[in-house]
């Protein structure tokens, strides 16, 4: 049997870049226009980035980009500055890991021990969460705490990229009653 290629019904993005209006008061006007063209192209991508408050569009290829920045400035009439792109690299786990971080073992300065367990998925799987930590125990907000704390550290993995394809186990939480707050997990 000759090997074949699989079609992917919706592929990722592959490339990224950052795109900025030529005029800050345009800012909101950009994305507001990039949310009308992602909505109806699923394979335009974009976000602000949390810590540098760029604007980054993902796409597919260059012809993809050439023609959403030409729509944006004759549609929308909004004069943008993009970067050269670069290759979208994402970070997947390799075998299964479990670590625990001890209230006030150094370097731990929190009021919070958490367990976590990180189990590779198959390609395509995005991130899993399970909380094996009953409510009973931890109450709802140090949970979502931990939820957060996880979204935010899937975003930039060992090597700075993106997180993927695994499945992310909180199987231990201890707190102090009197002190701890959810900023601790």
């Avoid at 507001?32 to 810590?51: G, K, N």
């Avoid at 998925?121 to 930590?133: A, F, M």
């Amino acid at each position: 049997r000759l090997p074949h290629r699989e079609i992917l019904e919706n592929p990722l993005p592959m490339l990224q870049t950052t795109i900025e209006p030529c005029k800050s008061v345009q800012r909101e006007k950009l994305l507001d226009a990039l949310f009308e063209i992602s909505d109806s192209d699923p394979l335009l991508q974009y976000y602000v980035d949390t810590v540098t408050h760029e604007i980054v569009l993902s796409f597919l290829g260059e012809v993809q980009m050439e023609v959403t920045c030409t729509l944006i400035q004759e549609k929308y009439h909004i004069e943008i500055e993009t970067r050269k792109p670069t290759v979208i690299y994402m970070e997947r786990p390799l075998k299964k890991s479990e670590f625990t971080i001890d209230i006030e073992v150094p370097p731990n300065p929190f009021w919070a021990s958490i367990g976590l367990s990180v189990t590779p998925l198959p390609l395509g799987s995005g991130i899993q969460y399970e909380s094996l930590v009953s409510l009973g125990y931890l109450n709802q907000s140090f949970q979502n705490a931990v939820m957060e704390g996880i979204r935010y550290g899937c975003e930039q993995g060992l090597y700075g990229w993106k997180l993927t394809d695994c499945k992310i186990c909180f199987k231990y939480g201890l707190y102090y009653s009197p002190v701890s707050t959810p900023a601790d997990f």
